[in-house]
């Protein structure tokens, strides 16, 4: 299984602007400059990659979001869907 933040942190580093500079945990998803549709793919990459459904709608409830609450509620759906919650 691979680690869950690392890949997250990939997948959203991938799609930025290069002049966003370095991720950081403590960055707002709504500050990453990404556009809607990115978002959504964003969001659709992330639940093909780890076979899980993320229950927030991107488009809407992306303001209060940091790149660390994405990855603690990824990792939180595969531990539930392992088992492990």
């Not at 602007?17 to 960055?27: A, E, P, Q, T």
């Amino acid at each position: 299984m691979p680690d869950v933040a690392q890949e997250i942190m990939k997948i959203i580093a991938e799609r930025l602007n290069k002049s966003h500079g370095v991720l950081s945990l403590s960055d707002p998803l709504d500050e990453l400059g990404l556009d809607s549709l990115q978002v959504v793919e964003l969001t659709f990459v992330i639940e093909e990659k780890f076979d899980v459904e993320i229950p927030f709608n991107a488009n809407s409830d992306i303001e209060a979001k940091t790149v660390a609450d994405l990855i603690q509620t990824v990792e939180g759906l595969v531990a539930v869907k392992a088992g492990l919650a």
